[in-house]
């Protein structure tokens, strides 16, 4: 067992926890940034190639008021209006923060070359040319933390449960992975930025780390968390011919740029059956575009593999060339011409604009605990704009890191007013650690012939085909069925010590948080009786004003990590009803 100390834990090395790394070391806080990957290479953010959403006003005018309103108008009444707020004006300064780090963004002739992207009122997405700008973010905020003296680095430790000691936040334990040793890391205050939930469903654009660890170490530790119901599906990630080394959602770009014209399976324009002309321009929301292409396949109009076309056909090479020059390469490589032939493209699970309920400073209702990017609910009510989630990412990741830093302060003059109590302190958090290492690292009683990878499979399948984008009541009860009786068949731990490299116990753990975050989201769909935004019920179809509110999602029973394991009942959600802009972390 390995035993660390530190000012600030931060959970996660994406956007959100390098920037909340470099802002709580900035204030003065020693900062261990741990990440079950590689730092700054895991997650969602360097695999983004595209946009990032800012008022940045060159080379026309913009203003953060008018990001606000489109935001707003995209979350479908459920938007937090303080975190939006925040998104809009905070990540406008970390964007250009960025800049002055030199991340590159894409100019013509010393002007900024913003693009348009459906939902926004005019061009206001900033990207690095070409298809890498999270690449180029993430490689932009690595140095920073490099540069940081006081950050110290922790990859391949995956967090697996949070300490809570006398009601407070106080560390984490988790497993090395590369040699299986148990850690424990005793914290001032912790920031969670594991990013979303997307692994959860078959077809995704996600990394695999992204099965929701942030909101399953949230509930464990008594952080409530809302808007799980919504998950937002991209509509035209990337299903046939096969390609490879290649971002699944890359044709987004291609269509920021060109437009490209999207076909049924007959080879005809189809959007404005669904209530919005698209017209090659490329103006339709994701939400309206994943349902009039689940609808034209359930007509029986889809493509050859059960999706849609998307033709360039009708564009000169040349045009292909100038927008997109090396990409064209790695497309030919993957026997794709654009000029030649269409694509074929369908939804797939790419964000989530639920997650932990946070104050404006990313506080939870648990004191030392705090929140960054994705991870984060509220922002983005019912669905997300293009490009606001690297946005989202910097702005509360800062706010996130200030904030830890802050709380550590206060700590830090306690200390020096008492060191004794202080040192007695962290001495009960830390056996506290050991005990929940005890607790969760144990060898259990699952049988060994109980195949983890095939229930990981097991459950992506259901949540698909049960939780979708488009539900209803049956088709939610038999998945909420299918994923309580995969918790059950997985309960117990496996039967041998955790080992280096150890695939098994990182896909339990994988499965204990996902069928848990499995649960919440379909939990909340099944309560939710309308359809707004990316939470679509054919039972209930259109907005129902009495739901303009939050479901807010908490443990019921025991919540603490340790009598959890040793229960032998799957945890149950308990759902709430929280206006919005009540203060969600009320
Ligand atoms: C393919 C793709 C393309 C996208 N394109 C865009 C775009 O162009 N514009 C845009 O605005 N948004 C885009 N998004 C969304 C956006 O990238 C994410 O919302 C954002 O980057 C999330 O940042 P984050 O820091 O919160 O999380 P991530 O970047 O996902 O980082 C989370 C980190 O937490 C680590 N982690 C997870 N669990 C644990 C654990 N238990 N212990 C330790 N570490 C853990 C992961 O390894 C990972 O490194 C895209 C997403 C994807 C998947």
């Not at 009960?428 to 969760?440: D, K, P, W, Y």
């Not at 309308?530 to 209930?540: F, K, L, M, N, V």
């Amino acid at each position: 067992m390995r035993n660390l100390e530190t000012d600030v834990l931060v959970v996660g090395a994406g956007g959100a926890g390098m920037y909340a790394a470099v802002e709580a070391a900035r204030l003065g806080s020693r900062v261990i940034l741990a990440d079950r990957g590689l730092i700054g290479r895991s997650g969602a953010t360097v695999m983004a190639q595209m946009t990032v959403a800012a008022a940045m006003g060159e080379p026309a005018d913009d203003s953060v008021e008018a990001h606000l309103a489109d935001t707003l108008q995209a979350g479908r009444e459920l938007c937090e209006p303080d975190l939006s707020r925040l998104l809009c004006e905070e990540g406008l300064e970390c964007v250009r923060e960025m800049d002055t780090w030199g991340v590159g963004w894409a100019r013509a002739e010393g002007q900024l070359t913003p693009v348009m992207a459906p939902g926004h009122d005019r061009p206001r997405c900033v990207y690095v040319d070409f298809l890498n700008t999270g690449p180029a973010v993430s490689r932009t905020l690595r140095t920073q933390v490099i540069r940081s003296p006081l950050v110290q680095r922790v990859g391949d430790l995956c967090i697996t449960d949070l300490v809570v000691h006398e009601g407070r936040c106080a560390g984490a334990v988790g497993v090395h992975l590369t040699t299986g040793e148990a850690v424990t890391i005793v914290a001032g205050a912790v920031v969670l930025a594991c990013g979303g939930l997307t692994r959860l469903y078959a077809r995704n654009s996600a990394s695999s780390n992204m099965g929701g660890d942030a909101y399953a170490l949230a509930l464990r530790a008594g952080a409530p968390l809302i808007d799980m119901e919504f998950v937002q599906f991209f509509p035209i990630g990337h299903l046939a011919p096969r390609m490879i080394g290649m971002d699944p959602i890359m044709w987004d770009p291609f269509r920021y740029k060109l437009g490209g014209r999207l076909l049924n399976g007959l080879k005809e324009e189809f959007t404005h059956r669904y209530g919005t002309e698209d017209g090659g321009r490329y103006t339709i929301t994701r939400d309206q575009a994943t349902y009039a292409i689940y609808k034209e396949v359930e007509a029986g109009r889809g493509s050859p593999h059960g999706g849609a076309w998307l033709s360039f056909e009708h564009l000169p090479p040349e045009q292909l060339r100038a927008a997109f020059g090396p990409v064209v390469d790695r497309l030919a490589k993957n026997g794709i011409d654009l000029a030649k032939t269409p694509i074929e493209v369908a939804p797939i699970a790419h964000y989530h604009m639920g997650g932990v309920a946070v104050d404006t400073r990313m506080a939870t209702v648990v004191p030392g605990l705090f929140v960054g990017g994705e991870a984060v609910g509220g922002a983005n009510g019912a669905n997300r704009l293009s490009g606001n989630a690297i946005t989202e990412a910097f702005a509360f990741g800062r706010r996130a890191g200030a904030s830890a830093a802050q709380a550590v302060s206060v700590l830090a003059a306690d200390a020096v007013a008492d060191p004794v109590a202080s040192a007695s302190r962290i001495e009960r958090v830390r056996a506290q650690a050991q005990r929940l290492i005890e607790a969760t690292l144990t060898p259990g009683t699952l049988p060994t012939e109980a195949n983890t990878a095939a229930a990981i499979d097991e459950l992506q399948t259901i949540m698909s085909r049960k939780v979708g984008p488009f539900r209803t009541e049956a088709g939610l009860r038999e998945g909420l069925d299918g994923v309580r009786a995969l918790a059950t068949r997985f309960h117990a731990a496996p039967s041998f010590a955790p080992g280096a490299f150890d695939p098994v116990w990182l896909d339990w753990f994988d499965l204990r948080n996902m069928t848990l975050v499995a649960e919440t989201v379909t939990v909340a769909a099944l309560e939710r009786t309308e359809s707004r935004g990316a939470h679509q019920r054919e039972d209930h179809p259109g907005l129902d004003p009495n739901w303009t509110l939050h479901l807010e999602s908490r443990l019921a029973g025991p919540t603490d990590a340790i009598a959890l394991v040793q229960s032998q009942a799957n945890p149950q959600i308990a759902l709430a009803r929280v206006p919005v802009n009540a203060g969600v972390a009320a």
